[in-house]
């Protein structure tokens, strides 16, 4: 099993920046990917960005060259960075792990709010 935790989430305006974090444990060896989800209010969740085991990213339309998805290296920690934050990017984001075996794991999500 893994276990995900999301940080990072908060409260800023509109061309602000933050960074979140998920940290996995248990068997991160069979991390095959790692993605960042959103869920807006009244809307479905949407994969936002995707970093693979090889490295290899991969962006929704919405997001590309305003986001940036990053590991530590280690393979159990993933990053998003989001620049020029716009109201529609407002949301609780969640990380889900990709695992052998077609098994996923999701966290519990933070919520980013952009004010405009």
């Known amino acids: 099993q893994v276990q995900l935790v999301e940080s990072g989430g908060g409260l800023v305006q509109a061309g602000e920046s933050l960074r979140l974090s998920c940290v996995a444990s248990g068997t991160i060896f069979s991390i095959n990917a790692m993605n960042w989800y959103r869920q807006a209010p009244g809307k479905q969740r949407e994969l936002v960005a995707t970093?693979?085991?090889?490295?290899?990213?991969n962006y929704a339309d919405s997001v590309k060259c305003r986001f940036t998805v990053s590991g530590n290296g280690a393979g159990n920690t993933v990053y998003l960075q989001m620049n020029s934050l716009k109201p529609e990017d407002t949301g609780v984001y969640y990380c889900k792990a990709d695992l052998t075996r077609a098994r996923t794991y999701w966290g519990p999500g933070t919520q980013v709010t952009v004010s405009s």
């Open positions: 970093l693979t085991n090889g490295g290899s990213t």
